[in-house]
């Protein structure tokens, strides 16, 4: 969450970056002139491309409203899944609607959440999660558009869902978080696994061995902002802007060229998300 600790000096720049996986809302843009100013400010250190998620309705609309507004986002639209019990029929409608905005260029983020159920009010339980993930699944499937995927505590379950659905041609695992075990696994299912500022965290022993396993043509870079800033920031507030520092980390980690990794993972987001080339 956005600390009491101040915003984070801008990086170096590193460049090109697509920011894959965002909430420009939480991180306040409301409008068209808070949206390019944040933008702006992720474009200056070489952040020229941003995708901002929606985890429920209210969102969804921003996130297709903003990506109209300025040509560097682009929109993904879902229920998150500890928000999955208010799928219903109006929400479904709208969502279909939504995702199939010629800007929204993924379906997400959807999954399983395992963590929060019992300790947030009014949070999906675990079945409303499943039926929720399934129906997700599918409407990327008809669409013809990426899955982006929050697994929280729940590797088994989501890869158990997504053999037993039928998987998309994309899926796209955001915020990775699991150990190597799993990172082999979806490697092996041909997903792409994308990583946040969480990687650069020293003691992420596991992640940051799964990191290393990943081939080049299935990584991809996200801030997931406001939360999870990369290191040395951890607790203030995160934005697009703040790219680069976990791009670097995630390098460093890899033993390549932060120039190369850029590269690598932008035309890995360009193909996924169908982008024109940069
Ligand atoms: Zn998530
Ligand atoms: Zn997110």
Known sequence: ???????????????????????????????????????????????????????????????????????????????????????????????????????????????????????????????????GFRWHIDLAKRLGKPLMIHNREADHDVLAVLLDEGAPETVIFHCFSSDANMALACVAEGYLLSFSGTVSFKNAHELREAATLVPDEQILVETDAPFLTPHPFRGAPNEPYCLPYTVRALAELREQDPAALAEITTANAERVYRLPRH
């Open 1 to 131: 969450m956005p600390g009491k600790r101040p915003a984070p000096e801008p990086p170096a720049p590193l460049s090109p970056l697509v920011d894959a996986h965002t909430h420009l809302d939480a991180c306040g843009a409301g409008d068209a002139e808070s949206v390019a100013a944040m933008v702006d400010r992720a474009a200056a250190v070489g952040v020229g491309r941003v995708v901002t998620i929606a985890d429920d309705l209210d969102a969804a609309r921003f996130a297709v409203d903003a990506a109209h507004w300025d040509p560097r986002v682009y929109a993904a639209v879902a229920l998150h899944p500890t928000r999955a019990n208010a799928l219903d029929d109006a929400a479904r409608a709208e969502l279909e609607k939504l995702a199939a905005d010629p800007r929204v260029v993924a379906v997400g983020e959807t999954g399983l959440d395992y963590y929060w159920p019992g300790k947030l009010d009014g949070c999906a339980d675990i079945d409303d999660q499943v039926e």
